[in-house]
């Protein structure tokens, strides 16, 4: 899962991704809204959390504009503006939660997974095919009930394949699950996760069949 941090606050920031990358989410963050922005139009968020206050506009307004853009991407406000009428209008204008600073981390990454639950969002679910499940929220995926050992990155292709079984998952689709836009997205690096996951499922057992497409991508059926 991706998320998106839109704060200029540094030290906040990085704290705020480093916490959710621990929790196996791939962060990308921005310093502003026209980099915000410029982010969010590039790539499919599961959630981003955005300040109000940033150095060239008002939060509010990167969110209207994406909003009208018919994006329905779950926002988390995460602001020092805490008047009533501030929560109000930021809920009016497209938000899905506000969180005023200062702010517990573990409260921003339990409203944040609180949106990722809702219906249609990326956790909450328990994903299956034959005797492979995969429960989204737990983080756990088992082989007819005895849970593998999977790495955060191999949990992230799992995930996007169950999530698109049936039909083919490009390489770069994958990488954008697995890598924020510093991190290194070569082939090849896809491909190693690829090749790690099915020898963990099939060393298991697995009935899922995971097949390479060549120029096309993966299918897991």
């Given at each position: 899962?991706?998320?998106?941090?839109?704060?200029?606050?540094?030290?906040?920031?990085?704290?705020?991704?480093?916490?959710?990358?621990?929790?196996?989410?791939?962060?990308?963050?921005?310093?502003?809204?026209?980099?915000?922005?410029?982010?969010?139009?590039?790539?499919?968020?599961?959630?981003?959390?955005?300040?109000?206050?940033?150095?060239?506009?008002?939060?509010?307004?990167?969110?209207?504009?994406?909003?009208?853009?018919?994006?329905?991407?779950?926002?988390?406000?995460?602001?020092?503006?805490?008047?009533?009428?501030?929560?109000?209008?930021?809920l009016?204008?497209?938000?899905?939660?506000?969180?005023?600073?200062?702010?517990?981390?573990?409260?921003?990454?339990?409203?944040?997974?609180?949106?990722?639950?809702?219906?249609?969002?990326?956790?909450?679910?328990?994903?299956?095919?034959?005797?492979?499940?995969?429960?989204?929220?737990?983080?756990?995926?088992?082989?007819a009930?005895?849970?593998?050992?999977?790495?955060?990155?191999?949990?992230?292709?799992?995930?996007?394949?169950l999530?698109?079984?049936?039909?083919?998952?490009?390489?770069?689709?994958?990488?954008?699950?697995?890598?924020?836009?510093?991190?290194?997205?070569?082939?090849?690096?896809?491909?190693?996760?690829?090749?790690?996951?099915?020898?963990?499922?099939?060393?298991?057992?697995?009935?899922?069949?995971?097949?390479?497409?060549?120029?096309?991508?993966?299918?897991?059926?």
């Amino acid at each position: 899962m991706r998320l998106l941090i839109i704060e200029d606050n540094q030290r906040l920031c990085q704290a705020v991704a480093d916490s959710l990358g621990a929790q196996g989410f791939a962060v990308d963050t921005a310093a502003s809204a026209s980099e915000g922005l410029r982010f969010w139009r590039a790539a499919d968020y599961d959630a981003v959390v955005l300040d109000l206050m940033l150095p060239d506009d008002s939060g509010l307004n990167a969110l209207k504009e994406m909003r009208h853009r018919g994006n329905a991407t779950p926002v988390l406000i995460l602001t020092a503006l805490d008047a009533i009428e501030d929560r109000v209008r930021g809920l009016d204008c497209g938000a899905d939660d506000y969180l005023v600073k200062p702010f517990a981390m573990q409260e921003l990454i339990a409203r944040l997974r609180a949106l990722l639950r809702r219906p249609g969002g990326a956790l909450g679910r328990t994903l299956t095919l034959g005797s492979v499940k995969l429960d989204t929220s737990a983080r756990i995926a088992t082989v007819a009930e005895t849970q593998l050992d999977l790495t955060r990155s191999e949990l992230i292709v799992l995930e996007a394949l169950l999530r698109n079984q049936g039909r083919v998952t490009s390489k770069e689709r994958l990488a954008e699950c697995l890598y924020n836009f510093e991190q290194d997205r070569s082939a090849n690096s896809v491909e190693t996760q690829v090749h790690r996951l099915r020898k963990k499922l099939a060393a298991a057992g697995a009935d899922m069949s995971l097949r390479t497409l060549r120029g096309l991508g993966y299918l897991a059926s």
